[in-house]
């Protein structure tokens, strides 16, 4: 499986950007997908996950403001990302599918990584 982000930008504080991922390969519309992100200096962490029947999950610093979402006749994935803050700075990675037992918030739950979109958020 390879993915692919994209639509990472520069943007002021309090705009929006959207990442959108591809997905190509032996995929499933049965993998969950998730939004990771990595500041500089800082371990990567959770962003954002949704089941294969569209379930979603957040970390609580982005509740409210991130919205995740998937299409999985065209195997891509989205986050929306409004109202953001110089705090969102990091590189965002998407990936896919957990490991049996697995929990979103892990990131060595996942077996695929896309190579990651870098977005920017000046104050």
């Known amino acids: 499986v390879q993915l692919q982000a994209s639509g990472g930008g520069l943007v002021q504080a309090g705009d929006s950007l959207r990442l959108s991922c591809a997905a190509s390969?032996?995929?499933?519309?049965?993998?969950?997908k998730g939004w990771y992100r990595q500041a500089p200096g800082k371990e990567r962490e959770f962003v954002a996950a949704i089941n294969w029947v569209g379930g979603t999950y957040y970390t609580d610093s982005v509740k409210g403001r991130f919205t995740i979402s998937r299409d999985n006749a065209k195997n891509t994935m989205a986050l929306q990302m409004n109202s953001l803050k110089p705090e969102d700075t990091a590189t965002y990675y998407c990936?896919?599918?957990?490991?049996?037992?697995?929990?979103?918030?892990?990131?060595?739950?996942?077996?695929?990584w896309g190579q990651g979109t870098q977005v920017t958020v000046s104050s």
């Open positions: 390969g032996r995929t499933s519309s049965s993998y969950a």
């Open positions: 990936t896919a599918h957990t490991i049996l037992g697995g929990n979103y918030d892990v990131r060595s739950s996942w077996r695929y």
